[in-house]
């Protein structure tokens, strides 16, 4: 049996600390580095708050990553309301075919722009006025829907449905100070939860 010096076993353990090649032996660097698929250059990891803010709510969701609880109950908004904007501010206002005056509202959790951000992710003033390029396609007492479609070559992407209340009181009795209508109750993607994010940037 062949003995092996103290200064031999020094060198061999400290070539093994170092990952260097011992004679005779496999390199620990070469095993190590050959076992499971090369890490690909593009990955990435984030939060779920970078990962929603990043590629935002539509996208998570599609992913199945789980919502920051500060988004959940925005629903799906990732900035809450200032609060010290009142209900009845006017953001913007339109007109219908047949005349009717409809005002956008900042508006409550009930109904508004912040009605349409926080419950339908609907913030985009062009995606909301839209479909009040027209006639109303629904007419119940005081409440007329307007129906609209996002598309792209021709080809019909989505339906969307703006909601708006043409009486001075709206719900829960609000009733405008400024004498014009209530304006936007709400508006909506038909057939999902949540709209887009992009449809907020057209």
């Known amino acids: 049996m062949r003995l092996i010096g103290k200064a031999t076993l020094a060198g061999i353990a400290a070539s093994c600390l170092l990952g260097l090649a011992i004679p005779g032996s496999a390199s620990a660097t070469a095993n190590h580095s050959t076992d499971g698929p090369a890490v690909p250059a593009d990955v990435q990891i984030y939060s779920n708050d970078e990962y929603v803010k990043i590629f935002g709510v539509q996208k998570a ?6 919502l920051p609880a500060d988004v959940l109950s925005l629903g799906g ?8 904007i009142p ?30 951000a926080e419950k339908h992710n609907m913030r985009g ?12 396609d629904r007419v119940r007492g005081t409440r007329a829907e307007y129906d609209g479609v996002v598309t792209s070559g021709g080809s019909v992407r989505m339906t969307i449905t703006s909601v708006a209340e043409r009486d001075d009181v709206g719900p829960g009795g609000s009733r405008t100070p ?17 709209c887009p ?3 907020n940037n057209l």
């Open 61 to 66: 969701i599609a992913e199945g990553v789980p």
């Open 77 to 84: 908004r990732s900035v809450p309301p200032d609060p010290s």
């Open 87 to 116: 209900w009845y501010r006017i953001n913007w206002s339109a007109l219908d075919w047949d005349y009717n005056d409809i005002p956008t509202r900042q508006g409550t959790s009930d109904f508004g722009a912040r009605h349409a």
């Open 125 to 136: 003033k062009k995606a909301i006025n839209a479909p009040y390029n027209g006639k109303a």
């Open 178 to 194: 400024d004498g014009r209508p209530i304006g936007t109750v709400t508006a909506f993607c038909r057939g999902q939860t949540l």
């Open 197 to 199: 994010d992009w449809i």
